[in-house]
């Protein structure tokens, strides 16, 4: 119920202020299990992602949202639930497996399941190498994945930006859903794993017209950060 009351309350808001465009709803099925995996550009894409969606989208997100104290940890968690969001721990090893089997469950209620398979925003508007939970999911649901890509929302919003700029129109666009039945039974295969991710992100890139990094966007972000620090090290 709250995740209808928030969209009822911020999407005319959304609408006025940002007139944001959505392509391909159509490629969302109407009932039933799905997997809409997206790109991770910005906070923006909580708000926009499924914004003209008719159908709840139930995400997969860090516990830290929903531990926070105070008055700022108390806001967090209202947000992340109103936004359909289930914490996980994303510490690895078996933190990994429990979220693969929350995503299952997800899935097997006959929910749509939102996730970014880059594991955490772009560090700099590009599209990022992505994780093989996602191919794991789609095989061993075996629900459809709905390529889903948001457009100009890093522009909008880039990490560190508290609130989105004003100006910039954000896109989002669902592409076909994506055939994975060649595989079914083949999930403990690493490289199957890694071909249905790959294909997922390469759906990913034409639908959003970003540029590839052949890398994770986690150790991108480590890499930029040690550059920074070298940077100001020599000023």
Known sequence: MFYWVVKAILGPILHIVF????EGVENVPKEGPAILAGNHLSFADHFFGPLHLRRKV???????????????????????????????????????????????RVLREGHLLGIYPEGTRSPDGRLYKGKTGVARLALESRAPVIPWAMVNTFEMMPPGRPLPKLGIRPEVRFGKPLDFSRYYGMEDDRLVLRAVTDEIMYALMELSGQEYVDKYAASAKVEMERAARAANKRD
């Open 19 to 22: 007139r944001p465009v959505t």
């Open 58 to 104: 139930i995400s997969l997100g860090k516990s830290d949202y929903f531990t926070g104290r105070g008055v700022k940890g108390f806001f967090t968690r209202m947000f992340f639930s109103g936004v359909g969001t289930v914490p996980i721990d994303r510490s690895g090893g078996k933190a990994s497996e429990a979220a693969l089997r929350t995503g299952l």
